[in-house]
């Protein structure tokens, strides 16, 4: 089924009103670019709940949207779900944000993006902190990033465990990473344990990138406090970042002559303005729907790095194994 376009305001709906799709609901309910027709969820308690919230109609089956005339959705379900979901919308004519990772394999994920380009529709993926005003801040500085230092870890939250922290939480920084690189990767050396869950809750990886860059990337959901961090070295320049609290320090070689040997240093602090960065992301994501447009994170930004998941994952599984480790970083059958 395929729509008038010639709408100004776009019928959106979001499937999986839990955790993260509640914000999605609640962003598309406050858009002038869009009018919420529907939530979708597997616990109809949920979806009335978010229904009443925000004054639209609730549903547990995602396949009466077209009916409903609704031309783009968020696909905020658990990970597993993701391709089902995703793959029937947009060949029934609906374009699609689909949530972090993109789907569970990077078989599937290429799948969505060939269904995308056959019946022609928007495939966005929820990599959110390309929206991040603190990661746009740093982007506009960099040139030519030679060397990261990547830190995100967080408490352990109860949620998002059907997955282990590489897809959960470390492919945040494995794409911002791959994006600003730009270059395919040559190799990977990655350790991890399970220490909550019967997953991969910390995990440390060193990708080496052709060209030379490198980035090590710690990802943690088993810490007592949260820390998102990057710090990034190029020719003459070090950036150091802090996500949570938006404060961005550039160290640049000056000028002025060097005193016994040690050159110059001149820093730069700022602080970067707050915004949201989900109501960003669903507006780049409604602008790209009304104007036919590449979205600003395509399907093969997420197939990209489903890929380079994959390869940490393996580097794990393999240092595990060495070990005698016996639980898996990937787990064979994840249940919705």
């Known amino acids: 089924m395929y729509f008038d376009w010639s709408f100004s305001v776009l019928k959106s709906a979001v499937v999986g009103v839990g955790y993260l799709g509640k914000y999605h609901a609640e962003k598309y309910a406050k858009s002038k670019e869009s009018e919420l027709l529907a939530v979708v969820d597997k616990d109809f308690s949920v979806a009335k709940d978010r229904a009443k919230k925000y004054r639209t109609q609730a549903f547990v089956d995602y396949k009466v949207l077209p009916e409903l005339g609704v031309q783009c959705a968020s696909v905020a379900s658990s990970t597993c779900s993701h391709f089902e979901i995703a793959s029937w919308l947009l060949s029934n004519g609906v374009d699609v944000l689909v949530e972090k990772p993109v789907a569970t394999t990077v078989e599937e994920a290429r799948e969505l993006c060939e269904i995308a380009r056959k019946h022609d529709r ?35 939250k109860g949620r998002g465990h059907d997955v282990d922290v590489v897809l959960d939480l470390m492919i945040h920084d494995i794409d911002i990473v791959a994006h600003l690189v730009g270059r395919p990767l040559e190799r990977v050396e990655a350790v991890g344990t399970p220490v909550l869950t019967d997953c991969v809750d910390i995990a440390n990886a060193r990708l080496t990138f052709q060209g030379g860059a490198i980035a090590n990337v710690t990802a943690s959901r088993a810490a007592f406090a949260s820390e998102r961090t990057i710090r990034v070295f190029q020719k003459e320049v070090y950036i150091s970042l802090d996500y949570e609290k938006k404060k961005m320090k550039i160290y640049r070689k000056g000028n002025r002559p060097s005193i016994g040997g040690i050159p110059s240093i001149e820093k730069d602090e700022r602080k970067i303005k707050d915004a949201d960065a989900l109501e960003d992301e669903i ?14 994170v395509t399907g093969e930004d997420g197939v990209r790095a489903l890929e380079l998941a994959d390869t940490i994952l393996d580097s794990i599984n393999n240092s595990l194994a060495a070990t005698n480790f016996s639980s898996p970083a990937k787990p064979s059958n994840l249940v919705a």
């Open 283 to 296: 507006s780049a994501f409604l602008f790209a729907v009304k104007h036919r447009s590449q979205p600003v």
């Open 122 to 156: 928007i495939l966005q993926v929820g990599h959110l902190e390309r929206f991040n005003p603190a990661f746009r801040a740093m982007k506009e500085v960099l040139t030519d990033p030679q060397f990261f230092e990547v830190r995100r870890i967080a408490p352990f």
